[in-house]
């Protein structure tokens, strides 16, 4: 179907989905997608390009060319009223039922997430910005099938949306022929329905920038602001945006970032899952830079501390919000000893982010709001944030960065055996359109996902040894698979189990992690199976 000059929808036209694809949205979509979509490439394929560099023994540095901006006084614009104050963010996918219960949640800021939490079925993207739109208008209402009906309450959370990432594309949508960049859709859509309406109601359009890899896809993404404020006529810097650092190599390009989106610029993100995964896909080829099991990879270990006290320190040096990441505890209601671990464990990241000088933190669940605000109301007391608080005795080096050794660290079949399930778990859950799903009582989402895969990818094609004795091979990885998929089956029982996509799970499973080439993104071949 054409619904505008060169734009065709290929997905079907489900509920209120002609609210949201109208020519004039998917027109500006595809303005967008023609102006910056060249560049997208051309980012891309540089990422290629420096992982091919990495791969032959070249190291990250801080950037020669840009140690003026580094060593430069500016700051970046100040931020508007309601995103002064983000000592605690809810986080989570675009469903409509959990967007009422983030926004009514108590926590400062919600950041309804096309990315990590979701899966990009085409009824979650569009469906997704039909519940933004009714969001932003304050209409949002949902029923659940029991008959508990959900609407928002007297306060809500300011709305911040994070788009995919530059590397996902939208196959329902294509322009001139090719399919749109995610990115651009995601951003584009909510953009050009909510921006002004967004205004009239005294907030804005905020958003999350997730994945990049340097400062130019930083100004790539600051030309799209550029480009769609002058579009809509709304002045330039009214948008703003909150960049995550979760790639190893963007900690390298901090300054610049900020510098980048300078008008635009929230502050950074300490995305500490990605990160995670970027260190291990990133060295993938460096056998002096395996890691142990991801539990053991935790934000006290001397690389995770090194950036995010370097994440601390250059926003705060910019007049930056520094906002912290996610603890992977989700408590539960039916189990009060889980609750209790979660809750414990929860607090104490907090803590260590509070008194490191974050202005906020992440929170995954509306039961971790009331733990993650007390503990930044005892830091923070009535002041909106603590970004006066300079961190200029804090000292990382790049080899700080990139000393990814862990102490007392080790491989263990225990860990081994969570990669492989729950890998093979995510994968069906995300198949069946839900991209976050607590496991083993962690919240898992597409980052977690990518370590547990990852890792098994870098244990065999490094023949790292257990603990235990025995070396990681494709033999021994499928061998657990057939052990976790039975434990799987025994515990769903074989009606639950069948009505699953395990099989497809299994598979994709060992295209991303047993393959000798490394797939960049599980998303990607995943993607090819949804819809
Ligand atoms: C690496 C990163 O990028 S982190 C950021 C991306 N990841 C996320 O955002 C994950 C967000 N969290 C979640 O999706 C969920 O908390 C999960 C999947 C981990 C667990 O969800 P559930 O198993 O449904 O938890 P549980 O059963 O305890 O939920 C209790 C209630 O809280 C709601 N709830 C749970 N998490 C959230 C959330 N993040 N936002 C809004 N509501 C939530 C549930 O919908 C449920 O509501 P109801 O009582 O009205 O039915
Ligand atoms: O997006 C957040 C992360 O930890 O990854
Ligand atoms: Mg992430």
Known sequence: MALAEGVEVLGPLGPRFDEILTPAALDFVARLHREFNPTREALLKQRAERQARLDAGEMPDFLPGTRHIREGDWRVAPVPRDLQDRRVEITGPVDRKMMINA????????????????????????????????????????????????????????????????????????????????????????????????????????????????????????DVFNFAQDALGIPRGTIKATVLVETILAAFEMDEILYELRDHSAGLNAGRWDYIFSAIKKFRSRPDMVL??????????????AYTELLVKTCHRRGAHAIGGMAAFIPSRKDPRVNEVALAKVREDKVREAQGGFDGTWVAHPDLVPVATEV??????????????????????????????????????????NNVSVAIQYLESWLRGVGAAAIYNLMEDAATAEIARSQVWQWVRHGAHLAEGPRVTPDLVRRIEDEEIDKIRQALGPETFGRGRFEEARALFEEVALRGEFVEFLTIPAYEHID
């Open 103 to 222: 926004l009514n949640s108590g926590a400062r800021v919600f950041m309804a997430d096309f990315e990590d939490a979701n899966s990009p079925t085409w009824e979650n993207v569009i469906g997704g910005q039909v519940n933004l739109v009714d969001a932003v208008e304050r209409r949002i209402e949902y029923t659940s099938p029991e008959g508990k009906v959900y609407r928002l309450g007297d306060t809500i959370a300011t709305l911040v949306v994070r788009p995919r990432g530059w590397h996902l594309v939208e196959k329902h949508i294509r322009v001139d022929g090719q399919p749109v960049s995610g990115s651009l859709l995601d951003f584009g859509l909510y953009f050009f329905h909510n921006a002004r309406r967004l205004l009239e109601k005294g907030t804005g359009p905020y958003f999350y920038l997730p994945k990049l890899e340097s400062h130019l896809e930083a100004r790539l993404w600051n």
């Open 292 to 305: 142990p099991d991801r539990a053991q990879v935790t934000m006290t270990v001397p690389f995770m501390r």
């Open 376 to 417: 930044f109301d005892g830091i923070l007391g009535a002041r909106p944030n603590q970004i006066e608080r300079r961190r200029d005795e804090v000292d990382v080096s790049a080899r700080d960065l990139l000393d990814l050794r862990v102490p007392g660290g080790s491989i263990t079949e225990g860990g081994l055996r």
